[in-house]
Nanobody, 124 residues
Framework: QVQLVESGGGLVQAGGSLRLSCAAS????????MGWFRQAPGKEREFVAA????????YLADSVKGRFTISRDNAKNTVYLQMNSLKPEDTAVYYC?????????????????WGQGTQVTVSS
């Protein structure tokens, strides 16, 4: 079965950096766009970033442009989210996800497979 396992979350001070990883198994990883979402307490899950099969195309939410970078290593079946200049409002549980089809989407409804999430806490 498909498994997505996130890692790399933690507690960091404002202005700091973290790198999240998501290891995938049970799917043909190189055939899937991959996405990162986050959910803060009391808020809806929101799109953060997505990347195409080859990694050539990337998509970022306006709130993280210039600070976050998404990348992937198809040889390792892993997608990454490099987060720099972190702010307290970036505090959330971060999820990686694989979509229902071979396309980009920023909607949670278009994603079929989800990881368990990793907590990111940014202190001020």
């Amino acid at each position: 079965q498909v498994q997505l396992v996130e890692s790399g979350g933690g507690l960091v001070q404002a202005g700091g950096s973290l790198r999240l990883s998501c290891a995938a198994s049970g799917l043909t990883f190189s055939s899937y766009y991959m996405g990162w979402f986050r959910q803060a307490p009391g808020k809806e899950r929101e799109f953060v970033a997505a990347i195409s099969w080859s990694g050539v195309s990337t998509y970022l939410a306006d709130s993280v442009k210039g600070r976050f970078t998404i990348s992937r290593d198809n040889a390792k079946n892993t997608v990454y989210l490099q987060m720099n200049s972190l702010k307290p409002e970036d505090t959330a549980v971060y999820y990686c996800a694989a979509p229902r089809g071979p396309y980009y989407s920023g909607s949670t409804a278009e994603y079929r497979y989800w990881g368990q999430g990793t907590q990111v806490t940014v202190s001020s």
